[in-house]
């Protein structure tokens, strides 16, 4: 029988439930045989075509399946058990005395299954509790041994399975994906020499030099403990009471009020390693590097007012964008590159490396590429590896070392500490996904779970009963770069520490108008929400050492007058090197991939254009654009060919910031009914507001107008075409590789 829900039309064994003799008799489950397309652990061995070493990487390949395999349950074909293995013949009725009688203690059965759901949840993250996770690979380009001992980077081609998660912060588990937020972007290296986690964000700076502060910035930024509002935002008191009182964030609030915490796609963001972190060779040299992931993708941002909206209509909006790309085969993928440099460079910039509210413009020292990672497999299950990963700065391998950046030290310590409450115990690095592939062997005994079986009386070291195994690996093991320190123990910072407006500048400077224009409004946005105008003030007053015409604006915004500008730690900071860096605009980075994984609507509707729809629909898949038939309702519809057409999205159901694009073909008396449809009118104004591509044809383009689009002959987005032209199609693409249409944006919009 094919698995499909015709198959079991309803559920044949229901009335077989009721009575003395079905409960003496229970029947056997209705059993269905899986699709062969069904992706079960044999399959995706077989698929297992990338050796670890010296190998290409092949799309599709997913070089993590082989190691997860063992721990694997496909349970098609099989009869239901206990977790001791006891088949169990009725799943639907607990232990009674009697049919009407009182449910038994002795039901082992039922309290089994109700005692596991009760211990389902476990304590989510404190911060990066909502996200989602992908499997992949990395491949270096090269043999990268001059510079660094690290496994990945040891030959041409050669694999490194990954999984990364990606995240919001301040949300709960089940909040929006679309908070105006950083975005967490945590890579986990399955090295031959052992598990290294470069956890990183999708910006490069953060917002406290220290990790003593961080308590601090979380307390302020999560929901406030009183009441627990705002749930995943950070627009208020407590959060700009905090930073306003440490000037050292206005760097990062600066990327933080930026379009680049409203991301499109988790696929279209940077990611960044933000700490400066050591490369060491074969020889112990030791070289500066900062980690730079850049999306292939390009760099692409919502509209603040379009992710409002979505967290509304599809809370899992980036969730779902990158679990479908992955199903459809379009593997995102980023470059890895490093900033390299020496501890003679660090000495001559005006700012400390050991600062990670500060960046390194790419005209000081430039990014220099390494390989690519690419996410080409979805988890087969949520909780078992995108909640139980767990990812510490911690974890590197012989190659990589740490520095001394203040805010890295405490992160080395928190990581691992924090999984010992998450994940129950010591022994969270035996849970599969967590588990290296490299082979583990040392003297760690015991501990809550503890899963390997360890052989023999020898767990301590020296020994000769175990023939000193395992032994110290020496040079080849793990050596920590050896830093000279010769100092007093103090509390405090170094000098080059207290200048904090510098790069907060460089970043507004470096923005396209654009850019700076959504900066203000998401200012002005924030600090609408605070209920204490004195916080209001002492942000636009610290705004003003970044940029005067900033802090002028988000004033204006706000309806209050410019105030003193906040007195600075370093009344003579030292020049900056640059003074604009346009790298670090996100028009920076288009991407190559053009359309591939866009979404576009196509209205249908009785008496619509059937052909102009089919063809829509070819030229977007063939372009790797994925189009919907949305329509008044879902289900068929008749076409004034007489074809029928099946609508399988609704206004209802997929409102217009679900899609980057639109088409409204001609019809026959098609567009009259959407003009009385509320839902569609809305939907195109959305898109015209959100500075989307819109193809309208024939008749189609009255309704448009009506729906108050403004025509602008020079807007390449607007495609009005009455008498519609063979290439409209192709223009509708080329527009939609655009993204959005900047030139129509106005504050506030027009409509
Ligand atoms: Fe952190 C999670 C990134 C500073 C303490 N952090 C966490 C995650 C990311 C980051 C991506 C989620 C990992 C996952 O997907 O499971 N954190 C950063 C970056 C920072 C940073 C880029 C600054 C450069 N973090 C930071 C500091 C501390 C922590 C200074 C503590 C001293 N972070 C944690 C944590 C979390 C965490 C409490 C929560 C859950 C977890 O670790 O596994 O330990």
Redesign the pocket.
Known sequence: VEATAAAMPFNENKAAEHGREAALDPPEGTQIVPPSSLVTASTLAESNTSEKLGTRAEEGANPTVGSLDRVRVDSSGQRLTTNQGVPIADNQNSLKAGLRGPALLKDFILREKITHFDHERIPE?????R?S?AHGFFESYKNQRKLTRAAPFQEAGKITPVFV???T?AGERGSKDTARD?R???VKFYTDEGNWDL???NMPV?F?QD?MK??DL?HAAKPEPHHQMPQAASAHDTFWDFVSLMPESTHMLMWLMSDRAIPRSYRMMQG????TFRFVNERGQSSFVKFHWTPLQGTHALLWDEAVKISGCDPDYHRRDLWEAIEAGAYPEWELGVQIFSEEDAERFSFDILD?TKIIPEELVPITPLGRMVLNRNPDNFFAETEQ????TAHVVPGIDFTNDP??A??I???V???LS?LGGPNFHEIPINAPIAPVHNNQRDGLHRQAIHRGKVSYEPNSLGGGCPFQAGAAGFVSFPEPVEQDEVRGKPEKFAEHFNQAALFFNSQTPVEQAHIAAAFRFELSKLTVPAIRQRVVSMLRNASEELAAQVAEGLGMPLPDAMPRALPKPPKAEVDVSQPLSMFARPGNTGVATRKVAIFVGDGVDGDQVAKAQQALLDAGAVGRLVGPRVGIFTAADGSEIDADASFENEPSVLFDGVIIPDGEGTAKVWARDGRAAEFVKDQFRHLKTILALGEAVAFVEGAGVLRDEGDPGLLLQSEPEDAAVNQFLEALALHKHFGRETDPPML
């Open positions: 993250r404190i911060v990066h509790a996200g996770g998660r990606f995240s912060v950083a967490g972007f945590a956890v990183g964000n953060f406290i990790a961080f308590p979380v960044f390693g933000v700490h990670a990963v767990a990812f510490c805010l890295l405490g992160r310590h928190s990581y500490d924090t999984q998450r």
